[in-house]
């Protein structure tokens, strides 16, 4: 086995000129990229943090609620009672145990909707007792809640 001198060894060539700048635009362009997501993003996480209201779970929170603020609660509907367009619903208030298990409390209360309310992962014929329901609305002066959107949780979610 025969070594090589330096003279027969190839030298690896320096990078040229041409070929640094090339790969500091691209660099450059990378972070400017990178940095532009990260601040999208956390923008976008502020905006959505700032849109989110808290569930009311316990009824402390929900009686000190006062008259038009904004409620989301998770109930389980009791009786139903349609007159003229509105709907309204006698409910249990539910309180969050884990994500997939609720428990009763003895807190009653009314939800009042429209055709106006929107429905999501489910139909009308699905709001019956016992369905489970998410409920986003506002607070009436009376403690009974004027909703805006009814989400079905009845098939995703088990009541202790």
Sequence with gaps: M??????ESPMPSAPSHQENNSRKVWLVAFLIVFALGVFFVRRSARIA???????????????????????????????SSTQGSESTLHAKLLQKKTEEIYTRTATTLSIHFNDKTKLVMGKLSDIHSPAVLH???????DKSIDAQQLVILTTYVKVQ
């Excluded at 025969?2 to 003279?7: G, I, K, M, S, V």
């Excluded at 008259?67 to 109930?75: D, F, G, H, R």
């Excluded at 409920?135 to 002066?141: E, K, L, M, P």
């Design 135 to 141: 409920v986003t609305g506002t607070a009436r002066d």
């Design 49 to 79: 943090a700032a849109m989110t209201v808290p569930v009311s779970t316990t009824s402390e929170a929900l009686q000190e609620a006062p008259a038009n603020s904004p409620t989301k609660i998770v109930i389980e509907v009791v009786d």
């Design 2 to 7: 025969r070594l090589r001198t330096l003279e």
